[in-house]
């Protein structure tokens, strides 16, 4: 399997404009995450999903912010309109989920780096 | 809620040897996981050891081994014989067991000398 997969690896947009960055979680799981991680908050839990359902988004910083799962094996995530103080990484990760055993190891994709200017 | 918290910020440690980084957790659940990960300079996650709370006996992998106290809520990481390649930032992780979501530590760099 190639593992969780993100795109694109790296974003650069000026403020204001929209950023869509995409997952596609490994085939079989059921539960998917969207992190970010910056240097001042380290890494926040910003939504995730159970069978392609939004369970908590409580980490969702603000209404600029939205995500998706159409189907099973693709997230999407949102910033509309993207502010300089959402440059961060943003990660994507996915888990057997409910059902899935008695443990959920959550394997991560390797980030998008966005910078707004 | 729950809440993970590493106290040391950075950490160095000579090549060979033993190294430990803390973890405390507050939680009030009876069943739960911790893990550690680690995040190279190329920033992927990388799981290093799980351990299930109802398990007494202390996870083992290889080189990393882990220190869990449950009354104490403490996961301490244990690294032997530290190699370059270990450099890198270590985060532990409670996994909720209600909701399978994670609260991540606010991590621990770790330097490893030549």
């Known amino acids: ?117 | 809620a729950q809440t993970v918290t590493q106290s040391q910020p950075e950490m160095s440690v000579q090549e060979a040897e033993t190294v430990t980084l803390s973890c405390t957790y507050d939680t009030s659940e009876s069943n739960y996981y911790l893990f550690w990960y680690k995040q190279p300079p190329s920033r992927q996650m990388i799981l290093v050891i799980r351990q299930e709370a109802y398990k007494q006996q202390n996870a083992t992998e290889n080189r990393f081994s882990v220190n869990f106290q449950k009354a104490a809520k403490s996961f301490s990481l244990k690294i032997s014989d530290s190699q370059l390649g270990d450099t890198a930032m270590y985060f532990c992780a409670f996994e909720d067991s209600g909701t399978y979501k994670y609260i991540f530590g606010t991590g621990t760099r770790l330097k490893v000398l030549a």
Not at chain 1, 81 to 90: K, T
């Open chain 1, 1 to 117: 399997d190639a593992g969780v997969i993100q795109s694109p690896r790296h974003e650069v947009t000026e403020m204001g404009q929209e950023v869509t960055l995409r997952c596609k979680p490994i085939s079989g799981h059921n539960s998917l995450f969207w992190y970010r991680q910056t240097m001042m908050r380290g890494l926040e839990l910003l939504i995730y999903f159970n069978n392609n359902v939004p369970i908590d988004d409580s980490g969702m910083p603000e209404d600029r912010f939205s995500a998706k799962m159409p189907n099973a094996s693709f997230s999407t995530l949102k910033i509309q309109p993207s502010e300089p103080r959402d440059s961060a990484v943003y990660f994507c990760a996915s888990s057997l989920g409910y059902g899935g055993g008695s443990y959920n190891e959550q394997f991560f994709g390797p980030g998008t780096r966005l910078t707004v200017l």
